[in-house]
């Protein structure tokens, strides 16, 4: 089988030590962890892990198996890039300077829809929402003039098709 991305939805209580119990479940099958989000979700009292891996589906399925164990997990859920909704967030802190004094930075900005935070004497930080490969970019327009700072979110992502979620996770707490 073929390795590629997959998203992980694991929908939980939200206890003490479960995101370790998740991360060693990964580890003794040695995969890497590509991005790890975790929040609230729509139904009060219960989260979200969204978890990215390159793998294949039957080591997807296998580690949907296993991370259903876990007693504070409720239900998970895979997807591939082709059926989920995904984006990034990333900060980029940049010399003012550069903003008043390269014109080619004011371009990289337009160019990549980044939306200015703040802009001091010192610095401005630019925030960017998108694909990975969209903030890799101008990461890269960036990066020749120098980044001060530089951080990236995991992956949110919601599916495609209407999952009726609330309804689902009902089901599995009653």
Known sequence: MEKQLYTISVYTENNLGLL??????????????E???VSSTEIEHVSRFIIVAYITEDEVKKIIKQIEK???????????????????SALFKVKSELL???RQIQNIIKKSNARI?????EFFVLEKSGRKEE?????????????????????????????????LLEKELV
């Not at 876990?70 to 990034?88: C, M, P, R, S």
């Not at 935070?117 to 004497?121: D, R």
């Not at 101008?138 to 599916?159: K, N």
């Open 117 to 121: 935070v703040t802009v001091n004497p």
């Open 35 to 37: 991005s790890l989000t």
């Open 70 to 88: 876990q007693i504070e997990v409720i239900k998970a859920f895979y997807h591939t890039n082709d059926e989920a909704i995904y984006l990034q």
């Open 135 to 167: 903030i890799e970019e101008l990461y890269d327009g960036l990066a020749e003039y120098g980044i001060m700072q530089f951080v990236r979110s995991g992956r949110i992502s919601v599916t495609k098709e209407e999952m009726k979620i609330t309804e």
């Open 100 to 102: 008043f004094e390269k």
């Open 20 to 33: 370790n119990r998740i991360a060693t479940i990964f580890l003794k099958r040695h995969v890497n962890i």
